[in-house]
Nanobody
Framework: VQFVESGGGLVQPGGTVRLSCAGSGFDLDSYSIAWFRRAPGKEREGISCISNSDGSSYYADSLRSRFTISRDNAKNTIYLQMSSLKPEDTGTYYC?????????????????WGQGIQVTVSS
């Protein structure tokens, strides 16, 4: 299982970024998916996930209005659209997949992780 994450970098406050996480070595349609992030000096936190059982999506309450998770099984790729970005969104963002049919914003739920990609929100 391998991932290639892309789309990160430096973005101005109020801007929009779409992160991509392209996987190989597995069939994405067999997995639930998620995004996490780790801000400087903080613990990793769950952003959003999509359950493989019924396609339901879940979000951290503080982020649901600005972030959108999606998947393209044909491309074996996971996406995270982030808008109205703030400096406090700065951090390393990770995609994850899990074989469970449900999903959770707890890190321990997930089986495989991307290497992480940096997003810096600054003017």
């Amino acid at each position: 299982v391998q991932f290639v994450e892309s789309g990160g970098g430096l973005v101005q406050p109020g801007g929009t970024v779409r992160l991509s996480c392209a996987g190989s070595g597995f069939d994405l349609d067999s997995y639930s998916i998620a995004w996490f992030r780790r801000a400087p000096g903080k613990e990793r936190e769950g952003i959003s996930c999509i359950s493989n059982s019924d396609g339901s999506s879940y979000y951290a309450d503080s982020l649901r209005s600005r972030f959108t998770i999606s998947r393209d099984n044909a491309k074996n790729t996971i996406y995270l659209q982030m808008s109205s970005l703030k400096p406090e969104d700065t951090g390393t963002y990770y995609c994850a997949i899990g074989s469970g049919y449900m999903c959770s914003l707890q890190s321990s739920w997930w089986d495989y992780w991307g290497q992480g990609i940096q997003v810096t929100v600054s003017s």
